[in-house]
């Protein structure tokens, strides 16, 4: 919400530009504003809501039963 107001644009032009789907649907000159007001407010992808949102994690997990064996 924050980075849409200072950018003056929707959430959702917001949503579509940080999360890299704005191509052919968000002009360049927008695109900008958005990133210059997310830059501006410190803004960071939260990776945990994404991981809530979109149900993937992108994490590989590995057991081993005895690290100290080669």
Same mark, same amino acid.
Request: charge should be positive; hydrophobic fraction near 45%; avoid cysteine.
């Given at each position: 919400?924050?980075?849409?107001?200072? *950018?003056? #644009?929707? =959430?959702?032009?917001?949503? !579509?530009?940080?999360?890299?789907?704005? %191509?052919? &649907?968000?002009?360049?000159?927008?695109e *900008?504003? #958005?990133? =210059?007001?997310?830059?501006? !407010?410190?803004?960071?992808?939260?990776? %945990?809501? &994404?991981?809530?949102?979109?149900?993937?994690?992108?994490?590989?997990?590995?057991?081993?039963?005895?690290?100290?064996?080669?």
């Amino acid at each position: 919400m924050d980075v849409a107001r200072r *950018a003056g #644009v929707s =959430q959702s032009t917001v949503s !579509l530009v940080l999360s890299g789907k704005s %191509a052919g &649907r968000i002009s360049a000159r927008t695109e *900008a504003v #958005v990133r =210059q007001a997310a830059d501006e !407010l410190g803004y960071r992808l939260n990776v %945990a809501a &994404r991981t809530l949102r979109t149900g993937l994690t992108r994490t590989v997990a590995m057991v081993v039963t005895d690290v100290t064996h080669p």
